[in-house]
């Protein structure tokens, strides 16, 4: 095959760019080729062999990437450059030969060198060497230079060696122990990431710097000392070291970068040096085993996620210095009792003590101003919270899920936020802002003041049986009821002009509601789940009635939509097991998918003439219903539209030209076939007899239709 019908070659035919067929085999590159570009036969798997010439004097970097075939290389003399992991991820490599007398580079038992062995380059994966002495000369071990060298038990590293480049030990998942030497300055980034089986590890005192990764996931190193000299860890250096039980971190330190003792599960204490001023997102998350930590007077930040997830940790004291505690900074952490925030803080992040469901108390200084969005939100064990008059901002879900919360106080100078009888409103109490899911309150009357019920007011208020509504409130936010389990009833006033997305939902205990006729729109999720809902008045004023509505409302009848509904949404009425008959008014021109899903007890339903679209899966699972009138007006019959509707026994199609309508698949049930009746306009038989659905029927009736 000629080298133009595999490679794809630059415009002067200089160098290669890339292979037109990744599955080649074997390769010869002509004379007119000076240079194999970056990642050029990267990911050819099936390639065994190469043949580079002498007028190549450039191979890019990860040239030969993924060749999981090639089990050898020779590298000409012409060649003065070679690219950095030009071989890496060669499973079957064993060979790298440097030929001839090249000026620049040297191989040694396959091994790459620079012509000084200086730097070794790269060591090919299928050596199958256990034990690897580097030579004495070599002062850099390049980057990825031992990458994947999964059967490498040990290595020796001569007190030449200044640098461990980046990834140079990447993968090796036999490496049990290293001894760097005194030598060596940096630990490049990824060095030692992967290496599952390295048990210790010596860092000598030469060392000032730990690159991210470098350590990441040897899941076998028990310890590791730090010496003084380190001045910087990078991010996620000892990320998924999971039996890693203890760690001393010098004072030469001053940053505990991201992530870097992340998912440590069996970490239980360490000691934070006072050098150290900021501990960086993620830096202890998921240390499962940690109890308590001693975080030094020198903090002044505690980064996001700083400790998320850490289930054994019990207490922990934040110093005086620390001014933000960032988002999601104690996230999960189900152990902790108790936490003092000192008065040096101003802001509590988003989310910062989510899901700390042992918490029972915690104290908010003067200093604060922010609560973020969800801060204490899942703390089930939170009976109380004092809010000070230094906050202005209290985020959305601040409070969410603190299922045992009876009183939220707000400080009386605060000039945001109020409170009476626990419950907080903003200041002029014209917004109602939460309610405690265990306020002793069962029937609650709004005050006059308010003119909304704003987001998750009452959100999972398990114990509310009845509310007031005020004529003052003209809106009703997003789930501001959502979960109120025990909710019998309740009236809404004209006043309300909107009600929220599944502002209702789950209020398994309500029977029936009145929409006012001052709302134009049943928002989505509106009044989901309420499985005792048996009645509901949908005024004239309605023209939308969203997605979920009122899905998995089983205990409804009936319902009547007004002709001023132009829109319902899908699965609107999914679930209404009880309802019977419904009819669609005359503004309606598509029903949504699965608007009526699963209304197994719908005996009959009128789809009127405007009516153009019946979606997917609008009526699947519609086990009662025995008769369908489908009007000329519609132009498409959704996928499984009437899926699973096993009763029918009569099905009317009024469309003149069955061309006209397009269908989704499968739109019937297929088991009606043989005795459901087919009603179709005179002088359509034929059509409908050949029809790819339609003719599947065995009984068919013509008719005259006005």
Not at 77 to 88: A, D, H
Not at 290 to 302: A, E, R
Not at 648 to 661: A, G, V
Not at 669 to 680: A, G
């Amino acid at each position: 095959m000629e080298m133009n019908d595999i490679l794809i070659l630059s415009d002067d035919k200089t160098t290669v760019l890339s292979v037109k067929d990744k599955n080649v085999k074997s390769v010869i590159i002509l004379d007119c080729v000076t240079k194999i570009g970056e990642n050029a036969f990267s990911g050819c798997e099936s390639l065994e062999s190469i043949d580079i010439p002498d007028s190549v004097t450039e191979i890019g970097k990860q040239a030969f990437k993924g060749c999981r075939s090639l089990k050898s290389i020779d590298i000409p003399n012409s060649v003065t450059k070679i690219g950095e992991c030009v071989c890496c991820e060669c499973a079957v490599l064993e060979c790298i030969n440097v030929v001839g007398n090249n000026s620049v580079y040297k191989s040694v038992e396959g091994v790459l060198y620079d012509k000084k062995m200086t730097s070794i380059i790269s060591s090919p994966i299928k050596q199958n060497k256990t034990t690897f002495v580097i030579p004495d000369n070599v002062t850099k071990i390049c980057k990825g230079a031992f990458c994947k060298c999964g059967f490498l038990k040990s290595i020796v590293i001569p007190d030449s060696v200044m640098e461990i480049g980046r990834s140079a030990f990447y993968g090796c998942s036999s490496l049990e122990s290293i001894d760097i030497p005194n030598s060596v300055t940096e630990i490049g980034r990824s060095a030692f990431c992967g290496c599952s089986s390295l048990k210790s590890i010596n860092i000598p005192n030469s060392v000032i710097e730990i690159g991210g990764s470098a350590f990441d996931g040897c899941s076998s190193l028990k310890s590791i000392n730090i010496p003084n000299s380190v001045t910087e860890i990078g991010s996620n250096a000892f990320d998924g070291c999971s039996s890693l039980e203890s760690i001393d971190i010098p004072e030469s330190v001053t940053e505990i970068g991201g992530g870097v003792f992340s998912e440590c599960e069996s970490l239980k204490s360490i000691d934070i040096p006072e050098s150290v001023t900021e501990i960086g997102d993620g830096a202890f998350g998921f240390c499962r085993s940690l109890k308590s930590i001693d975080i030094p007077n020198s903090v002044t930040k505690i980064g996001d996620g700083a400790f998320g997830f850490c289930r054994s940790l019990k207490s922990i004291d934040i110093p005086n210095s620390v001014t933000k505690i960032g988002e999601l900074a104690f996230y999960g952490c189900s152990s902790l009792k108790s936490i003092d925030i000192p008065n040096s803080v101003t802001k509590i992040g988003l989310w910062a003590f989510d899901g700390c469901s042992s918490l029972e108390s915690i104290d908010i200084p003067e200093s604060v101003t922010e609560i973020g969005g969800g801060a204490f939100s899942e703390c089930e064990s939170l009976k109380s919270i004092d809010v000070p008059n230094s906050v202005t901002k209290i985020g959305e879900l601040a409070f969410d899920g603190c299922s045992s919360l009876e009183s939220i106080k707000v400080s009386k100078n605060n000039y945001v936020y109020k409170s009476v009888e626990g419950i907080l409103y903003d200041k002029k109490m014209t917004s109602i802002i939460r309610f405690p899911m265990k306020h002793k309150n069962v029937a609650f009357v709004i005050p006059n003041s308010v003119t909304k019920i704003g987001e998750l007011a009452f959100y999972g208020c398990s114990l509310l049986k009845s509310i007031d509504i005020p004529n003052s409130v003209t809106e009703i936010g997003r789930r501001a009821f959502d979960g109120c389990s025990l909710l019998e009833s309740i009236d809404i006033p004209d006043s309300v002009t909107e009600i929220g997305d599944m502002a209702f939902n789950e209020c398994s205990s309500l029977e029936s509601i009145d929409i006012p006729d001052s709302v134009t729109e049943i928002r989505e999720r509106a009044f989901r789940y309420c499985s005792s809902l048996k009645t509901i008045y949908i005024p004239n004023s309605v023209m939308t009635i969203g997605n979920f509505a009122f899905e998995g409302c089983s205990s409804l009848k009936s319902i009547d939509i007004p002709d001023s509904v132009t829109k319902i949404g899908g699965k609107a009425f999914g679930g209404c097991k009880s309802l019977e008959i419904i009819d669609i008014p005359n503004s309606i021109t598509k029903i949504g998918e699965c608007a009526f899903y699963e209304c197994s007890s719908l005996k009959s339903i009128y789809i009127p003439d405007s009516v153009t679209t019946i979606g997917n899966f609008t009526f699947e699972g519609c086990s009662s219903l025995k008769s369908i009138d489908i009007p000329d007006s519609v132009t498409k019959i959704g996928e499984k539209a009437f899926g699973g509707c096993k009763s029918l026994e009569s099905i009317t199609i009024r469309c003149k030209d069955i061309d006209n309508i397009k269908f989704g698949w499968s739109p019937f049930y297929n088991d009606i076939f043989d005795e459901c009746v087919l009603h179709i306009p005179s002088g359509t038989r034929w059509a409908y007899r050949h029809h790819p659905i339609f003719g599947k029927f065995k009984n068919i009736v013509t008719e005259r239709f006005d």
